[in-house]
């Protein structure tokens, strides 16, 4: 299905911008100065992509669009919280950030708890979905279905996140493998 895929794509998207946010954290809680640039972008990254794209593409097509039976309910109610959360978390990581001093190790330690906090809330919820809420999608959505959530996540992209936006945030998360290892020339890439 289509806008199951999508979801999908945008989920691995998470996990290797996750995955490069922890390398840069490890490094600069070892006390090497880590732009905070890299930190900002990837604050970017949870603020637009995660939660106004992604998040509001589940909120705005998906889980009001859906007759859900009591058990899909109770998943979209806890999807819905868990959202609210993670906007909890992703300030959080904001203030971490703007406190953040390269080179310093006591604000990279509270980066580094920030970044627990969120990176684990998110990993956890990408399970969910990917265990639940896609699946129960696939069962419930017919073909036309599908394909009008799949032409309102192209409208959400476009009029509300912003024509390049997407591809630009894409291009940022392939860039983080390079920058983040210019700060570790001995560790692999």
């Not at 696939?138 to 591809?167: P, W």
Request: net charge negative.
């Amino acid at each position: 299905m289509q806008s199951t895929e999508i979801l999908r794509t945008e989920h691995n998207a998470v996990l290797a911008v996750l995955e490069q946010l922890d390398r840069a954290t490890a490094l600069a809680t070892s006390g090497i100065p880590v732009p905070r640039d890299i930190f900002e972008d990837i604050l970017e990254f949870f603020v637009v992509f995660v939660d106004h794209c992604h998040n509001g593409k589940e909120e705005a097509a998906v889980f009001g669009q859906i007759d859900w039976d009591a058990r899909g309910k109770r998943l979209v109610s806890q999807l819905i919280a868990e959202h609210e959360v993670s906007r909890r978390l992703a300030a959080a990581y904001s203030d971490a950030v703007t406190a953040y001093v390269p080179g310093d190790r006591a604000s990279a330690l509270a980066l580094a708890n920030a970044v627990g906090a969120y990176g684990a809330a998110l990993r956890q919820h990408i399970t969910e979905e990917d265990e639940e809420l896609l699946p129960s999608m696939e069962q419930t959505f017919a073909h036309d279905e599908d394909t009008r959530v799949a032409h309102e996540f192209d409208r959400i992209e476009l009029e509300e996140i912003g024509e390049g936006v997407h591809e630009r945030l894409h291009g940022m998360i392939d860039s983080l493998p390079s920058r983040i290892g210019r700060w570790a020339p001995n560790v692999p890439v």
